[in-house]
């Protein structure tokens, strides 16, 4: 068996997606790849205390060449798959080009469908209840130059309900969709890694 993937994820708060990625490792769900760095531009982002609690390394990165650091950082550490969970700022063309094709994020809506600049955490639940969807749900793309453009690696869809309200919804996206779609396309990805470094 190659070795495991080295995995890296960025987060800007609470960090439950992370914690659904450090569960799925725990169980087996993720078994070609490990997290072994956990970045966020937050200071005092929950999910920091999640990834120590984990014994995962953490690393914070802010200010005008913050992103240079952590570039410099995930280098050194020899990262192969970068996971954006609830990070809420929006990388370089610069930095998406050196890492292409080794960075997946996860959206809390279907894309094409309430994607794009603005739309992030609550808002797209805000969106989608406005926009009157009967159906909405999570999606884990490649991330690129373009917010949320990049090329989409999982979906799944949750059923929108009479009465919802956003933080009802954002609820139940994440527990019905997010916490299942991010973890299975982590092992998609490191596993297709690993076929690539084994060629």
């Known amino acids: 068996m190659s070795e495991q993937c080295r995995v890296a994820v960025l987060v800007s708060g609470g960090g439950t997606n992370l914690a659904a990625i450090i569960r799925a490792c725990d169980e ?3 078994k070609s790849g490990k997290i072994v760095l ?14 120590k609690n984990a014994g995962i390394s953490t690393f ?5 060449d913050g992103e240079a650091k952590l570039a410099e950082k995930l280098t050194d550490e020899k990262i192969d798959l970068i996971v954006l969970a609830g990070f809420l700022k929006i990388l370089s063309r610069d930095f998406t080009e050196r890492f292409a094709g080794r960075i997946i ?4 809506a279907l894309l094409p ?4 600049k603005g739309c992030y955490g609550i808002h797209v639940h805000e969106k989608a209840l406005e926009y009157g969807v009967k159906v909405t749900g999570a999606t884990v793309h490649f991330v690129n130059e373009v917010p949320d453009g990049g090329r989409i690696i999982a979906q799944k ?3 929108v309900r009479e009465g919802d309200t956003p933080e009802t919804l954002q609820r139940r ?6 916490w299942i779609i991010l973890p299975q396309a982590v092992e998609t990805v490191c596993r297709r890694l690993q076929e690539e470094k084994n060629v």
């Open 28 to 30: 087996g769900i993720i």
């Open 38 to 51: 956990v970045c966020s531009n937050k200071a005092d982002a929950y999910a920091l205390q999640r990834a």
């Open 60 to 64: 914070c990165f802010s200010g005008e």
């Open 105 to 108: 994020n996860i959206h809390p």
């Open 113 to 116: 469908s309430f994607g794009g």
């Open 157 to 159: 869809a949750v059923e």
């Open 173 to 178: 996206v994440m527990e019905e969709a997010e």
